[in-house]
């Protein structure tokens, strides 16, 4: 029987482990997996690993209601603050690795808000 | 999570200008000194490029963007807007040309998140983490369902709540729920309506498949309140990736005995268990849906008795849609207040819309009920692509009807939108222009209805049948006007004497269009014509003397039906037209025009 | 005595039983409301959508059939756009229906004839929008019955019928939408669906989408060939039913009238099926007899009715042995026409047409089996069915009310009162007794058995016989013959003789019988007004022991005796075979 405090727990663990690591969010709903978000999730895990990119976190998550710009790709600092990437190819997705990741420069020109309508 | 206000912060890692970062640095502190953290929300976002004008910082819901050039400044924004609601009138940027700028860039990161209630972990959470699930306050509504109140006191929530059901009816949930309580039986059932079938309409997907655990909390929550131990899912097969997502959601709340026996230390237990559609829209019926459950063919019964005094097996069944139960969670941890100060005095909370047809922004969006249409195609869907004229919103998918551009300052809720003539359904919403015939329209929803009727009763077996032959006939071109009363009365008989959902609303499109375009179905049986150029008997292109020979017409037909020698007028033969419009995209100067039918120049 | 409540229909007041519909206090008060799939207890799905009515104001109509009454409530049954609806709606059933009225089984008691004449019905959606013959099927494989889809109006009280009646569910609707058909699954036909012929269905149609086989011209021709002599048995049950097609009240006796009208016709020779009932239960009991004192199989079942042969072979053959093995009264009366008669009458075999007339649709593929012949030729050649014979005396142009009733001429049409009440539940079982029970115990003078008559689906009695208790049974319908045997596997007690009826009621119910529409059945009890007669008959009669039967005896003494075991055997006899349902594999 789980109660409430064991909840609070997971709850209190969680947040914390969110906050230590940098979160790279790929967009799963069945949008995003037919615009191709699998192979960019998949080359985003090989990358990290080739990369050594410990404090990244690559999971997936669900639609983020942007349906025609996926596969999206979410990257969330520590802090709290994060980008938004769109449209993302495998090759869009190295040069986000590339420049972003690797040297901390953000790609405005995939971001979200700068998409033009 | 749900942060009374937010801010939105310009720049991010990438500012140079330490200056600026020194004033949001000052921000920061200011916030946590008056103990603000919890309930203001910060977002980063990137560079709005304004950078003399200091620190950007805008303000939501109050959409109100700040210059800040001084810590003293980012102080009395705090003091005065944060912490007592009252702007700051001399650092607010005025200019309505920058105050559009900042809200075209700010509009996803903050507009989205604002009033995501359904949707509130889609997109951020894992959905195959239920510990992610748990950190967003997972299953903590389900703690204090059980816990704090007695099975009576969460229904009068949910009462007070005013929460309709989304599943397109809008029938007031507490009420449904208060129904089971009240019938005596040992067993008795929570349904949960996954069978999303409306044509264009994915709102319920996306929440199967990025926050499965919340149906499975807000089903037994219901569980609790109604007395029901067991809880079934159906879920169409045509959603692989969610019945897989609910399967494992399913599997590891019961590993952390979040399902199961004694849920919490508490008498209550709960099981769920998913059971599979087979491609057939009429079981998203309640009646039909409780059918296929018990194995039997999915056809709707007749109500009464209603589910909640006999459904599944014979029981005391409450059957609700995904959205409906995705605002549970939230409605027992924050209060029935607090939902009743989203929306309108009838129509509670939000409503999860999936923008689709001419639209610049297709996707899903989650809105506050009172949001104008206008606000909706205009504003967050960013208007109509190509320069074209809005013609119409179809709301409501197969079962709804068409709004009309008069119309469009009209605050969405469920009674506005069946005053037009149309209804909220599931939430689907196409948006038309110039282009669309509202014939064909009509033509297209009916298909579909005849092709998932279940054929149980005869008005909607036969009835949209015969309405279908004749939309067909209108469109080729051989309708008569004895044809479109004959529509009218087989629409309203349909419409009147069916004897499900179904069939009592699959008359609406035609309705609807009949209502608000009866010119463009007279244009097809008076005239011969298409005026949007979509049907194609009644389409036809000429190529008038303008032509300049210039062949890009002929390279680019598909069909080989324009002839010309080079520099010479090029003549079009509509036999073999298949009304593609290339042609008149690749003609440079506009030679192609499209005329009533009969003219046809060969 | 119900409460009332207060309704206003039509702007008139009544005050209605609480719990009625407003279909039936409608009805109870001469109102007309159009229906077409209420069918009362057995289908009641509100799904035909005729009998719409407007109850307090409200925009959209409600089904008559299934909206209760309620004090204060507001009706209107008739107005302009419940009239323009319903024509609508009997428009759109017109447009995709194969009218064949002039052949139709149901030419003169159709319920959607009826409808399109009381709305004057113009059909004019199949000129408009096309007309679509519902394709689908003519299951047309057995021997006894069709589905005709294209008159289907799709009520769903076959549906029902086979579910609730009989408990096999063998129709169901298949497809979806406009292409909804009605029949078994996955295109089988009947016969390899599981179907006992037992005909609930076709009394449920409301058209002619389910009906026998028709054989009238087949009789027609046979009658007027020279070189063939026609002889004709009638069954108990005719004379207690045949009335009801000329208009006579249910529960007539028309049994003069109908032998006259079948002399008009132009068989040749009449002999009754009563009499071979008598034979039957002589032959049956000496059968029953023979089990009982040397531990033959118990308890015996009777083996008349061919559909619940039908049942028992596809659903529990491992009690194939406990059928009596005596053929029913039917194949026994052919098999003697076609040997001891012909060579009476001079005839060759092969040149008589042995025709029989039968409430039961099942008859006719009972007549088509095996053993029911020998020499190439069938014991009996054409079944006709009540409604079949009544069709053909209508066609011909004959008056029945106004003909002179004729008596059959010949021995073989003497019979007693016992096979009279064949046609009843509880009658071959009363008949059996009687003769049994004689031939247990001289003793014993026991005429009537009152325990095995009336109408619960399952009648259990106990008579003490040659110091033995003799426990009988009487079970009919399939629900209650399934309810039956499954309990025979269980219990402890010891039944002896049990008697089964395929249809509820007995075969003066059968498949074959005229057809009452679904609002007559609900106010009249065709069944009893029906077994009144038998029972009359039987209770007027002056010889009431089938054993008793002269020309039975005569049968016996100038030729069955003389026969060897074995073609004794091959013309009272017969065998089962075990058969199963959906056996051929269909992709």
């Known amino acids: 029987m789980t109660k409430l405090a064991e909840i609070k727990k997971i709850k209190r663990k969680t947040l914390k482990d969110l906050k230590s690591q940098r979160r790279i969010q790929v967009g799963i709903g069945t949008c995003g997996i037919a615009a191709g978000a699998k192979e960019v999730f998949e080359f985003l895990e090989r990358e990290k690993i080739k990369n050594k990119l410990d404090d990244c976190m690559i999971t997936g998550v669900g639609c983020m209601g942007e349906c025609a710009l996926e596969p999206m790709v979410e990257v969330v600092e520590k802090d709290g603050s994060s980008i938004i990437y769109c449209n993302m190819s495998v090759d869009r997705t190295q040069e986000v690795v590339d420049s972003h990741l690797l040297k901390g420069v953000k790609l405005e020109k995939y971001s979200l808000t700068r998409q033009k309508r | 999570m749900f942060e009374r206000m937010q801010l939105l912060v310009c720049g991010g890692e990438s500012c140079e200008q330490k200056q600026i970062g020194a004033i949001k640095d000052a921000l920061l502190v200011e916030l946590k000194k008056h103990d603000c953290e919890n309930e203001i929300a910060i977002t980063q976002s990137s560079c709005f490029g304004l950078c003399e004008k200091g620190a950007i910082v805008g303000v939501f819901p109050d959409e109100v963007y700040y210059q800040c050039k001084t810590k003293s400044e980012i102080v009395m924004i705090v003091e005065k807007h944060i912490k007592n609601n009252q702007i700051v009138e001399e650092l607010r940027i005025k200019d309505p040309i920058l105050h559009k700028r900042l809200k075209e860039h700010s509009n996803f990161h903050v507009f989205n998140k604002q009033n995501r209630i359904v949707l509130r972990n889609c997109g951020i959470i894992n959905p195959l983490s239920i510990e992610e699930y748990i950190a967003r306050d997972g299953y903590f509504a389900l703690a204090k369902a059980l816990k704090e109140y007695t099975s009576e006191e969460v229904i009068e929530i949910v009462k007070k709540s005013k929460l309709r059901g989304r599943g397109g009816g809008g029938f007031p949930t507490g009420l449904k729920w208060e129904y089971a309580k009240n019938s005596q039986s040992d067993i008795k059932y929570v349904v949960c309506n996954a069978d999303e079938g409306d044509p264009g309409a994915f709102m319920d997907r996306a929440v199967l498949e990025g926050d499965p655990h919340s149906i499975l909390e807000a089903m037994a929550i219901c569980g609790y309140a109604i007395g029901a131990q067991q809880g079934y899912i159906y879920v169409r097969a045509e959603y692989p990736v969610a019945v897989e997502r609910l399967e494992r959601a399913i599997e590891d709340a019961k590993n952390l005995n979040l399902l199961g026996d004694n849920l919490f230390g508490t008498d209550f237990s709960f099981e769920i268990e998913l059971r599979l559609g087979s491609g057939a829209f009429v079981c998203g019926e309640e009646t039909a849906l409780i059918a296929s459950i018990e194995g039997f063919r999915g056809m709707p019964k007749l109500k009464p008795p209603?589910?909640?005094?006999?459904?599944?097996?014979?029981?005391?069944?409450?059957?609700?849609?995904?959205?409906?139960?995705?605002?549970?969670?939230?409605?027992?941890?924050?209060?029935?207040?607090?939902?009743?100060?989203?929306?309108?005095?009838?129509?509670?909370?939000?409503?999860?819309?999936?923008?689709?047809?001419?639209?610049?922004?297709?996707?899903?969006?989650?809105?506050?009920?009172?949001?104008?249409?206008?606000?909706?195609?205009?504003?967050?869907?960013?208007?109509?692509?190509?320069?074209?004229?809005?013609?119409?919103?179809?709301?409501?998918?197969?079962?709804?009807?068409?709004?009309?551009?008069?119309?469009?300052?009209?605050?969405?809720?469920?009674?506005?939108?069946?005053?037009?003539?149309?209804?909220?359904?599931?939430?689907?919403?196409?948006?038309?222009?110039?282009?669309?015939?509202?014939?064909?329209?009509?033509?297209?929803?009916?298909?579909?209805?005849?092709?998932?009727?279940?054929?149980?009763?005869?008005?909607?077996?036969?009835?949209?049948?015969?309405?279908?032959?004749?939309?067909?006939?209108?469109?080729?071109?051989?309708?008569?006007?004895?044809?479109?009363?004959?529509?009218?009365?087989?629409?309203?008989?349909?419409?009147?004497?069916?004897?499900?959902?179904?069939?009592?609303?699959?008359?609406?499109?035609?309705?609807?269009?009949?209502?608000?375009?009866?010119?463009?179905?007279?244009?097809?049986?008076?005239?011969?014509?298409?005026?949007?150029?979509?049907?194609?008997?009644?389409?036809?292109?000429?190529?008038?003397?303008?032509?300049?020979?210039?062949?890009?017409?002929?390279?680019?037909?598909?069909?080989?039906?324009?002839?010309?020698?080079?520099?010479?007028?090029?003549?079009?033969?509509?036999?073999?037209?298949?009304?593609?419009?290339?042609?008149?995209?690749?003609?440079?100067?506009?030679?192609?025009?499209?005329?009533?039918?009969?003219?046809?120049?060969? | 005595m119900s409460k009332l409540v207060e309704v206003t229909i039509n702007d008139k007041t009544y005050n209605i039983p609480e719990g009625h519909s407003i279909l039936r206090a409608c009805e109870e008060n001469g109102i007309i409301i159009p229906r077409l799939c209420f069918l009362d207890s057995i289908h009641e799905d509100g799904n035909c959508r005729l009998c719409s009515v407007e109850v307090d104001q409200q925009h959209n109509l409600k089904p008559a059939c299934k909206t209760i009454v309620r004090d204060g409530m507001n009706v209107v049954t008739e107005n302009k756009r419940i009239y323009d609806y319903v024509s609508t709606n009997l428009e759109l059933l017109a447009s995709n229906h194969h009218f064949e009225c002039f052949k139709c089984s149901r030419e003169d008691n159709c319920e959607f004839l009826d409808l399109l004449r009381r709305y004057s019905i113009l059909n004019e959606y199949s000129d408009l929008y096309g007309y679509e013959l519902k394709q689908t099927q003519l299951n047309n494989s057995s021997d006894a019955m069709v589905i005709d889809s294209s008159k289907c109006v799709l009520c769903g009280r076959c549906v029902s019928a086979c579910e609730k009646y009989t408990g096999i569910g063998v129709l169901d609707f298949n497809k979806r939408g406009n292409k909804t058909y009605v029949g078994p699954a996955q295109f089988r036909g009947l016969e390899d669906a599981g179907c006992i012929y037992c005909g609930k269905c076709i009394q449920a149609c409301p058209t002619g989408a389910l009906r026998e086989q028709d054989d009238i011209k087949v009789f027609e021709r046979a009658v007027r060939d020279p070189s063939k002599t026609v002889i004709v048995q009638v069954a108990p049950s005719i004379r207690a039913s045949l009335g009801e097609e000329f208009g006579y009240p249910v529960g007539t006796n028309v049994e003069g009238k109908m032998f006259a009208a079948l002399h008009l016709l132009g068989v040749d020779e009449m002999i009754d099926t009563n009499f071979a009932a008598d034979l039957t239960i002589v032959e049956e009991g000496s059968e029953f007899l023979d089990r009982v004192?040397?531990?033959?199989?118990?308890?015996?079942?009777?083996?008349?009715?061919?559909?619940?042969?039908?049942?028992?072979?596809?659903?529990?053959?491992?009690?194939?042995?406990?059928?009596?093995?005596?053929?029913?009264?039917?194949?026994?009366?052919?098999?003697?026409?076609?040997?001891?008669?012909?060579?009476?009458?001079?005839?060759?075999?092969?040149?008589?047409?042995?025709?029989?007339?039968?409430?039961?649709?099942?008859?006719?593929?009972?007549?088509?089996?095996?053993?029911?012949?020998?020499?190439?030729?069938?014991?009996?050649?054409?079944?006709?069915?009540?409604?079949?014979?009544?069709?053909?005396?209508?066609?011909?142009?004959?008056?029945?009310?106004?003909?002179?009733?004729?008596?059959?001429?010949?021995?073989?049409?003497?019979?007693?009162?016992?096979?009279?009440?064949?046609?009843?539940?509880?009658?071959?079982?009363?008949?059996?007794?009687?003769?049994?029970?004689?031939?247990?115990?001289?003793?014993?003078?026991?005429?009537?058995?009152?325990?095995?008559?009336?109408?619960?689906?399952?009648?259990?009695?106990?008579?003490?016989?040659?110091?033995?208790?003799?426990?009988?049974?009487?079970?009919?319908?399939?629900?209650?013959?399934?309810?039956?045997?499954?309990?025979?596997?269980?219990?402890?007690?010891?039944?002896?003789?049990?008697?089964?009826?395929?249809?509820?009621?007995?075969?003066?119910?059968?498949?074959?019988?005229?057809?009452?529409?679904?609002?007559?059945?609900?106010?009249?009890?065709?069944?009893?007004?029906?077994?009144?007669?038998?029972?009359?008959?039987?209770?007027?009669?002056?010889?009431?022991?089938?054993?008793?039967?002269?020309?039975?005896?005569?049968?016996?003494?100038?030729?069955?005796?003389?026969?060897?075991?074995?073609?004794?055997?091959?013309?009272?006899?017969?065998?089962?075979?075990?058969?199963?349902?959906?056996?051929?594999?269909?992709?």
């Open chain 3, 293 to 587: 004192q040397n531990d033959g199989v118990l308890p015996m079942f009777t083996s008349c009715s061919p559909g619940w042969v039908n049942y028992l072979e596809l659903y529990y053959p491992e009690l194939i042995p406990n059928l009596s093995s005596c053929k029913s009264p039917q194949q026994m009366a052919g098999a003697i026409i076609k040997t001891y008669y012909a060579e009476r009458l001079q005839v060759d075999s092969k040149d008589v047409v042995s025709v029989s007339i039968m409430p039961c649709v099942a008859k006719k593929a009972e007549a088509k089996r095996e053993d029911m012949g020998r020499d190439g030729y069938q014991d009996v050649d054409i079944v006709l069915t009540t409604r079949e014979l009544a069709r053909l005396i209508k066609r011909r142009g004959i008056d029945f009310k106004n003909i002179q009733p004729m008596e059959p001429f010949g021995d073989l049409a003497t019979y007693t009162g016992a096979a009279s009440i064949f046609g009843v539940t509880g009658g071959v079982m009363e008949a059996a007794l009687r003769t049994v029970s004689e031939m247990l115990d001289s003793e014993a003078k026991l005429i009537e058995f009152k325990e095995v008559r009336g109408k619960e689906n399952m009648k259990e009695a106990t008579y003490h016989l040659a110091g033995k208790d003799i426990n009988i049974a009487v079970v009919h319908g399939g629900v209650a013959i399934k309810e039956f045997l499954e309990m025979l596997k269980t219990t402890d007690k010891e039944y002896h003789f049990v008697e089964f009826m395929g249809c509820i009621g007995g075969c003066i119910n059968g498949g074959g019988q005229p057809i009452v529409k679904a609002k007559d059945f609900e106010r009249i009890d065709v069944i009893k007004e029906r077994s009144k007669v038998l029972y009359t008959m039987d209770s007027k009669s002056i010889l009431r022991k089938s054993h008793l039967n002269p020309a039975v005896q005569k049968l016996y003494s100038d030729y069955l005796n003389k026969l060897n075991q074995h073609d004794l055997h091959n013309l009272l006899h017969t065998h089962y075979k075990a058969r199963t349902a959906y056996s051929e594999y269909i992709e």
């Open chain 2, 306 to 602: 209603f589910p909640a005094e006999s459904g599944l097996w014979g029981k005391p069944t409450n059957v609700n849609n995904v959205e409906t139960f995705a605002n549970i969670p939230v409605i027992i941890l924050k209060g029935a207040d607090w939902f009743n100060t989203i929306g309108t005095e009838k129509s509670s909370g939000t409503k999860v819309f999936a923008l689709g047809g001419k639209i610049k922004n297709t996707g899903l969006i989650e809105i506050p009920m009172g949001t104008t249409l206008r606000d909706v195609v205009f504003d967050i869907g960013g208007g109509i692509p190509n320069r074209k004229k809005i013609k119409a919103i179809q709301t409501g998918g197969p079962s709804g009807g068409c709004i009309i551009e008069k119309d469009l300052d009209t605050p969405i809720d469920f009674d506005t939108l069946t005053d037009l003539g149309s209804m909220m359904g599931s939430g689907g919403m196409i948006v038309m222009d110039e282009d669309n015939c509202m014939v064909d329209v009509a033509r297209f929803y009916l298909e579909f209805t005849v092709e998932e009727s279940c054929g149980k009763c005869t008005p909607c077996r036969e009835g949209t049948k015969r309405m279908y032959d004749i939309l067909n006939k209108i469109s080729e071109g051989k309708g008569t006007l004895e044809d479109i009363d004959h529509l009218e009365v087989l629409a309203s008989m349909v419409a009147e004497t069916s004897l499900c959902g179904l069939g009592q609303t699959a008359p609406n499109p035609v309705l609807s269009t009949l209502k608000h375009f009866r010119d463009e179905y007279l244009a097809h049986v008076n005239d011969h014509y298409c005026p949007a150029g979509v049907c194609r008997e009644l389409t036809n292109y000429i190529i008038d003397d303008t032509c300049v020979g210039c062949t890009k017409c002929a390279t680019n037909c598909p069909v080989g039906a324009i002839i010309g020698w080079p520099k010479a007028i090029h003549k079009l033969d509509m036999s073999l037209c298949i009304r593609c419009g290339a042609c008149k995209q690749a003609c440079p100067v506009g030679s192609i025009k499209t005329v009533k039918g009969g003219e046809a120049h060969v």
